[in-house]
């Protein structure tokens, strides 16, 4: 169809002028479109305050709401109170209702897990920064209509971190958006949030309104996707541990997986799939500078490959060893892999010798420790915190030895494209 996505996370709305500036962006796009919206500014850290707060019985939930009740004020009152006064009051009305869901949770004693009542709560900031950016829009002539995204996906509930039931949720779209959509529409939407088929809200994972938008693109079998950011595009390597870096003009769908997956992480790595099952093109651009080109995720007829350097820090290098001097074989692999099923453990990269089986993995303080007690009592286990992966791709070797030399190296790995390193963190 022809369609454009777009999304805009919550810098791009952090406060009044920012909502403002997102609104002469949509203004300036081809209709139809879908707009995704991120919470506002930092909402979504701010509700896992409060969802701490209750759970833990620290701090004062109410006050963390307060604050987060009158950020979203001020924004309203930004917005409304020169032109439209009386609007200001309807979407304070408006939203009302969804503050006082979190006070409910607040107020009454803790009753279900602790993920399932960080949806109930996080998914809020969802909720109240579409409509207000929804009625913003309305008031000023964008005419849009506004859509709840958890009746749409449906997920199991695997809170936090819920799997979208794809064919369900495309089966929804097309029955109840789709209709909504003609040559004018703009259809506004959260990302990152959805629903349980029992109507509990769920969220995605962090930054997951990404994937929500390459999910939609992909229902409606969108002609783009742009996903506004506050950086130019894709660089080529993270700005926080990389001087010097360069703007990316195109990537292959295959070389942005690769990126955001070892620790790029302008999207979030799950986005590229759905887009290019369906040969989606993918645009980085930024709402601080939207004339200028971005990146674009495609298929690109001819391709000019460009080193790229992802850095994931906050890894543990674990090795293991047999006990009684036996070859690291099939067996032992599997009984690690239902231990690493068992606990969740995403593997970032593995390495095996006659003797010696290594994995890395991201050093996540709860998961960690029990997952190597349980290793321990099969295996002889060897660790290391405080390293890092550095993945190199479409390296030269001259550019890899400037890169190593000064590096104290754990594990190595190399292709013909693709290199990476465990080395120790840099501090
Ligand atoms: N608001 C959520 C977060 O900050 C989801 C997103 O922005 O993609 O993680
Ligand atoms: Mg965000």
Redesign the pocket.
């Known amino acids: 169809m022809n369609i454009n996505v777009h999304k805009f ?2 810098t791009s709305l952090k406060d009044a002028p920012f909502i403002i500036n997102v609104a002469n962006i949509i203004q300036q796009q081809n209709k139809p479109m879908i707009v995704i919206v ?2 506002m500014g930092k909402m ?1 850290n701010a509700l896992e305050e409060i969802v701490k707060s209750v759970f833990y019985k620290k701090d004062n939930p109410t006050e963390h709401l307060q604050k987060i009740k009158n950020y979203h004020s001020e924004i309203i009152y930004q917005l409304f109170h020169l032109h439209h006064p009386y609007k200001a009051k309807e979407v304070e009305t408006q939203i009302h209702p969804y503050w006082q869901n979190i006070e409910q949770y607040i107020n009454q004693p803790v009753s279900s897990p602790y993920g399932q009542i960080y949806d109930q709560i996080v998914s809020i ?2 909720i109240v920064s579409s409509i207000i950016v929804s009625e913003y829009l309305n008031t000023i002539g964008i005419y849009n209509t506004w859509a709840d995204i958890r009746k749409i996906l449906i997920t199991d509930n695997h809170w936090r971190a819920a799997s979208v039931n794809i064919p369900l949720s495309q089966n929804n779209f097309s029955e109840y958006l789709l209709p909504l959509i003609n040559d004018q529409s703009i259809l506004l939407t959260q ?2 949030i959805a629903s349980t088929a029992h109507h509990y809200s769920t969220t995605l994972g ?5 994937y929500t938008a390459a999910l939609l693109a992909y229902f409606v079998d969108a002609k783009e996707l742009t996903i506004w950011k506050d950086v130019d595009g894709v660089l080529n390597a993270d700005p926080r541990y990389f001087k010097n870096t360069q703007k990316i003009d195109e990537l292959t769908y295959y070389d942005a997986i690769e990126m955001t997956y070892y620790g790029a992480t302008v999207i ?1 790595p799950n986005t590229i799939k759905p887009i290019q099952n369906k040969n989606i093109p993918l645009k980085v651009k930024s709402f601080l500078n939207p004339s200028t080109q971005g990146t674009i995720i495609h298929h690109p007829k001819n391709y000019q490959k460009i080193t790229t350097y992802s850095y994931l820090p906050h890894q543990i290098l674990i090795s293991l060893q047999s006990n009684d001097y036996s070859f690291f074989a099939e067996t032992h692999l599997h009984k690690t892999f239902q231990i690493i099923n068992d606990f969740s453990v995403k593997i970032n990269l593995m390495q095996n010798t006659a003797l010696n089986f290594s994995i890395c993995t991201t050093n996540d303080e709860i998961i960690i420790h029990p997952f190597i007690r349980e290793l321990q009592k099969h295996f002889k286990v060897l660790f290391n915190e405080n390293v890092a992966i550095l993945t190199i791709r479409h390296y030269t070797p001259t550019l890899l030895q400037a890169i190593v030399h000064d590096k104290e190296i754990l594990l190595e790995q190399r292709t013909r494209h693709h290199v990476q390193l465990v080395l120790k963190e840099k501090k």
């Open positions: 996370g919550g991120s919470a979504t900031g969802e990302g990152f962090r930054e997951g309104s990404d979030h």
